[in-house]
């Protein structure tokens, strides 16, 4: 739930959004479902070198609902406000000679690519409508819910061999082929397979995951969304990815992930000082995610909250992916008595923070950094979610 007490409640989108079906295309929708975004408690930037991450699903979700229809041309509407492009799309099916392409409007693209990585023969023209909770372009994964959501829903229309790994790996394909974002396989991961009551321990270089539970009624996970997003966030994600896979090729790993601090001591000479940099962050994040996991398993949050001041901290200087904004929302969540630890989370250069603390600080937490923070923060108090599934149509 938002801190203003706004219920970002999915029955709620679902209705908003059939009613918009109901208005665009007439008749009721056949199939609802929804995927839901992410926060990564700790491990950024970890996953595209094989590292360890360790994020939970969120309640906020995209709903997507429609039907079958026939022909090749299939339409999508999104009622998503913060959209600022035409609302509505029509494509036709991808065939072998003609694969669906990038395009405008720019959300459309998430939509086309898992059109066309989706794995299930033959796909059927469909029409629909979505809608979504996920702040878009807030560090939240509103991208990769988006992209599980279609994959979902083409599962409902023509089934798949019902692989979630590769559910999750098609969808970042779309994002690399169709967004352009070189991006790991977290968020799509735990966007698939998310489980309620837990954060999920993935292994980026065997795909499997350890839940780890979460319910302790006495914490609370805040999330901050500073509201701001600086223009260098792609180009500066690929170029992170780069200097990563450069530092494993000099190092003679096949990712950071084999590569320890001794190895990157040793070849100190090798690097330029900015590559040493890049990895010394992904190693040391990769272990800090591993020892992490096993405070949380503990209840030792003090421990665990401490690493999520190592994790920003290494973010800031040796990554060099934070900003100004996310540097105040930690340091203000950080000056207060019961906050455990505090951390920008995901790709950076603005998006949100994410914060551990103790249930009975957060009111005062929330209105310090309200205090501190020059912009206007929104607030979030989230609990760990279920992964993508299918939402009932009936008795609505
Ligand atoms: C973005 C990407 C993820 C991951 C994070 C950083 O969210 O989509 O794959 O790399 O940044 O941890």
Redesign the pocket.
Known sequence: MAADGNVLDVAALLSAARRAYERSYGGEAQVAVCAPGRV?LI??????NQGL?LPMALPLVTVMVGSITSGQSCSVETIAESVDEPKRVDFDLPTESSPLTRGKPAWANYVKGVVQHYRGRPLPAFKAVLASSVPLGG?L?SS?SLEVAVYTFLQQLCPDDGDEIAKAVACQQAEHTHAG?P?????QFVSVLGKQGHALLIDCRSLEAVPVPLTDPSLVILITNSNVRHSLTGSE?SSRRKQCENAAAILGKSSLRDATMQDLEGSQESLDSVTYRRAEHVIKEIERTAQAAEALKRGAYKEFGKLMVESHNSLRDLYEVSCPELDVLVTAAMELDGVFGSRMT??GFGGCTVTLLQADATERTIKHIQERYKGHPTFYITTPSEGARVLSLTGN
Do not use: K, L, Q, R
Not at 43 to 48: A, P, V
Not at 183 to 187: A, K, L, S, V
């Open positions: 990564n491990g950024e930037h970890t996953d595209y991450v560090g994964s990769a974002v991006c790991g396989i977290m968020d994600y995901g790709g």
